[in-house]
């Protein structure tokens, strides 16, 4: 009888706790309804985990700089003032390490103030007229405005960073104009700078060597750089159905048997396809003749901010 006793008080005590712990559990859930209306709101795991990128430190040679507003070309300059000299009128790029850069800064002081360039392309420190030849578009003619502090004149020096360049043009197919050609240091008729065989480009030059152009069906002969614009057409470069206006870009790079020592360099490249010339708005033909124009006559491009890309227009016939 006592053990009876014993095992119903024992039951009915447990009972009692496991009553007990369900009441506390239901008063420690507080149930919202759902509004339909209002959206969840969505927590991604990354953002738990790992900071804005934004404010991680970079290396100092990756370190990225704004782009400075658009500062457009002085009416009145001088060029005979104490404006920034970097030694030669022609800079060559050097062969750097992985996350360096190549820094080439004025020989002299000409004291505080600003820098600016025209056109676009060139990377320059505003406030110490340092040029980081490595993030810089190559093959170009630079000039480099500076205002001294206290000052509204704008001195000017003339920089070209050595490399190549295709000329902006338009090349009809049934005329013969099969092939496009670089040329280098911004001289039009500079159109062979390695050693080799004589060719434009020679043979101590390499091109495409990451094969981008190649990817992109584009024949790039990878010693002398001349572009077979014909077998580009027919490798389907523009795609199978060839409208007019289509295109198609790559980052050409390449290396230089000069006094760049076989630095990597690369240049954005751009090819148009129409099936007449006169089918190409006039527009775009006045672009590049203008462009072809600052080329012959070694001017700045200055029309249209950045002369990169080379623009390639390819037409069957005239």
Do not use: E
């Amino acid at each position: 009888m006592k053990r009876n006793l014993y095992l119903y008080l024992h039951r009915l005590v447990i009972a009692l706790t496991m009553a007990f712990l369900v009441f506390a559990c239901q008063k420690s859930i507080t149930v919202i309804p759902i509004d339909p209306t209002i959206p969840p709101t969505v927590v991604h795991p990354d953002s738990l985990s790992h900071p804005d990128s934004s404010t991680l430190p970079r290396p100092d040679s990756t370190v990225v700089q704004p782009t400075p507003s658009p500062v457009p070309y002085p009416v009145v300059v001088s060029f005979n003032c104490n404006g920034p000299d970097y030694g030669d009128s022609i800079i060559y790029p050097r062969p750097v390490g992985f996350q360096q850069s190549y820094i080439v800064s004025p020989i002299n002081n000409p004291g505080a103030g600003k820098y600016f360039s025209w056109p676009d392309g060139l990377s320059l420190n505003a406030s110490t007229g340092a040029i980081n030849v490595t993030q810089s578009q190559t093959g170009q003619r630079y000039s480099i405005g500076f205002v001294k502090s206290g000052t509204t004149d704008t001195c000017l020096k003339t920089v070209i960073l050595a490399g190549a360049a295709y000329p902006d043009g338009v090349y009809v197919l049934a005329n013969g104009q099969t092939t496009a050609s670089p040329y280098y240091n911004a001289d039009p008729t500079l159109t062979a700078v390695c050693s080799g065989s004589g060719t434009p480009g020679g043979s101590g030059c390499r091109w495409d060597i990451t094969g981008l152009a190649k990817l992109k069906r584009i024949t790039v002969d990878n010693q002398t750089g001349v572009i077979d614009l014909q077998q580009t057409l027919n490798d389907g470069a523009f795609g199978l159905l060839l409208l007019n206006g289509v295109s198609v870009q790559t980052t050409l790079s390449y290396q230089l048997n000069d006094a760049s020592n076989m630095a990597t360099q690369t240049m954005p490249l751009k090819l148009m396809y129409y099936n007449k010339k006169s089918d190409i708005p006039q527009s775009l033909l006045d672009q590049v003749s203008s462009r072809q124009t600052n080329i012959i006559q070694q001017l700045l491009i200055l029309l249209g901010g950045n002369p990169r890309p080379p623009l390639i227009i390819i037409t069957r016939y005239n």
